[in-house]
């Protein structure tokens, strides 16, 4: 079995044909028709059905698809990590986050990245903690910031807490007589709610379910930008992580009542391959970065750093 090979037949599963997956690897069609083959013969099973002109993956080609992509992407890795070693002048680093990370927590660590390794690639996947996990366990990402607990059971994940941080409720409305608001203030008022699968939605929801009752949703199927968009031009309240208001100073976040509503903040890579040379210093700039915050007192309002020791 080849590297070649997998990489002709992932182009031809993606592409569900052969003479687009032939331009794509810019192959002859017959040459790459030849390896994929071979590929069947070594296997002893064929990959694809091709009924009518119709290309479709077989039960032993779904079976092989992410494995292949596994294969390569590691691949991809162990040959950047081998540029790397030339004193991280040069590489890449691929990190996936959710959207209210990259909103409030990666523009600053990044720039501190930037201006120590200026000859390292980056690349952002944003995304949900679900297709994030799914993106690290195929090899697509390196290192992900991640909100815990995984919705996975996945065993293949290294996590490592790094932040907890208080959920607050964003409004833009006059200032609260108490301190402190409570979830059942969300049973009269309009709020606005992420989309469905976000993990922010999830947790609003239980909370009020659990209070006897379901929100009132004004607007719904936003992502953090949106969401805040809407609050503030006055169309509902959200339950939103502390850290996004910095920034704001249209929106107010007032806390919930102990013991309100929380997350934590995780770093994640996969267990069964170390991450590479960008990586792990991407991580010590991170974790370098939240230290300094912490003592110095910038943090955000409801932020609290769960590692005790700044990076070596």
Same mark, same amino acid.
């Given at each position: 079995?080849?590297?070649?090979?997998?990489? =002709?037949?992932?182009?031809?599963?993606?592409?569900?044909?052969?003479?687009?997956?032939?331009? !794509?690897?810019?192959?002859?069609?017959?040459?790459?028709?030849?390896?994929?083959?071979?590929?069947?013969?070594?296997?002893?099973?064929?990959?694809?059905?091709?009924?009518?002109?119709?290309?479709?993956?077989?039960?032993?080609?779904?079976?092989?698809?992410?494995?292949?992509?596994?294969?390569?992407?590691?691949?991809?890795?162990? !040959?950047?990590? *081998?540029?790397?070693?030339?004193?991280?002048?040069?590489?890449?680093?691929?990190?996936?986050?959710?959207?209210?990370?990259?909103?409030?927590?990666?523009?600053?660590?990044?720039?501190? =990245?930037?201006?120590? =390794?200026?000859?390292?690639?980056?690349? *952002?996947?944003?995304?949900?903690?679900?297709?994030?996990?799914?993106?690290?366990?195929?090899?697509?990402?390196?290192?992900?910031?991640?909100?815990?607990?995984? &919705?996975?059971?996945?065993?293949?994940?290294?996590?490592?807490?790094?932040?907890?941080?208080?959920? *607050?409720?964003?409004?833009?409305?006059?200032?609260?007589? !108490?301190?402190?608001?409570?979830?059942?203030?969300?049973?009269?008022?309009? *709020?606005?709610?992420?989309?469905?699968? =976000?993990?922010? !939605?999830?947790?609003?929801?239980?909370?009020?379910?659990?209070?006897?009752?379901?929100?009132?949703?004004?607007?719904?199927?936003?992502?953090?930008?949106?969401?805040?968009?809407?609050?503030?031009?006055?169309?509902?309240?959200?339950?939103?992580?502390?850290?996004?208001?910095?920034?704001?100073?249209?929106?107010?976040?007032?806390?919930?009542?102990?013991?309100?509503?929380?997350?934590?903040?995780?770093?994640? &890579?996969?267990?069964?391959?170390?991450?590479? &040379?960008?990586?792990?210093?991407?991580?010590?700039?991170?974790?370098?970065?939240? &230290?300094?915050?912490?003592?110095?007192?910038?943090?955000?309002?409801?932020?609290?750093?769960?590692?005790?020791?700044?990076?070596?």
């Amino acid at each position: 079995m080849q590297l070649q090979q997998l990489a =002709y037949f992932v182009a031809v599963a993606e592409s569900r044909h052969f003479t687009q997956a032939a331009e !794509r690897m810019r192959v002859a069609q017959p040459s790459l028709s030849k390896q994929i083959k071979a590929l069947e013969q070594e296997l002893g099973a064929p990959l694809f059905s091709r009924a009518r002109g119709n290309i479709a993956l077989t039960p032993a080609g779904e079976a092989l698809l992410p494995l292949a992509r596994r294969i390569l992407a590691d691949t991809e890795t162990a !040959r950047r990590e *081998v540029q790397e070693l030339a004193g991280l002048r040069r590489g890449r680093l691929r990190l996936g986050a959710t959207p209210s990370l990259c909103a409030g927590l990666l523009a600053d660590a990044l720039a501190d =990245y930037r201006r120590d =390794y200026p000859g390292i690639e980056i690349l *952002v996947e944003e995304g949900g903690s679900r297709d994030l996990v799914r993106d690290l366990a195929r090899g697509q990402l390196d290192l992900a910031l991640l909100i815990m607990p995984l &919705h996975s059971t996945d065993p293949a994940l290294v996590t490592e807490e790094i932040l907890r941080e208080n959920l *607050v409720v964003a409004d833009t409305g006059p200032a609260p007589r !108490r301190p402190y608001a409570r979830i059942e203030d969300l049973r009269d008022r309009p *709020v606005v709610m992420f989309r469905r699968g =976000y993990d922010l !939605r999830e947790a609003t929801l239980q909370a009020c379910r659990q209070a006897g009752f379901e929100p009132r949703f004004s607007v719904e199927g936003g992502e953090m930008d949106a969401v805040l968009r809407f609050v503030e031009a006055g169309l509902g309240i959200a339950v939103v992580p502390s850290m996004v208001l910095d920034g704001r100073p249209r929106l107010r976040g007032t806390p919930l009542a102990p013991p309100g509503l929380e997350r934590r903040i995780a770093l994640a &890579h996969r267990k069964d391959v170390e991450p590479p &040379h960008a990586a792990r210093a991407f991580r010590a700039t991170l974790l370098g970065h939240l &230290h300094t915050a912490a003592a110095t007192g910038t943090l955000p309002p409801g932020v609290d750093l769960l590692t005790r020791n700044p990076p070596a």
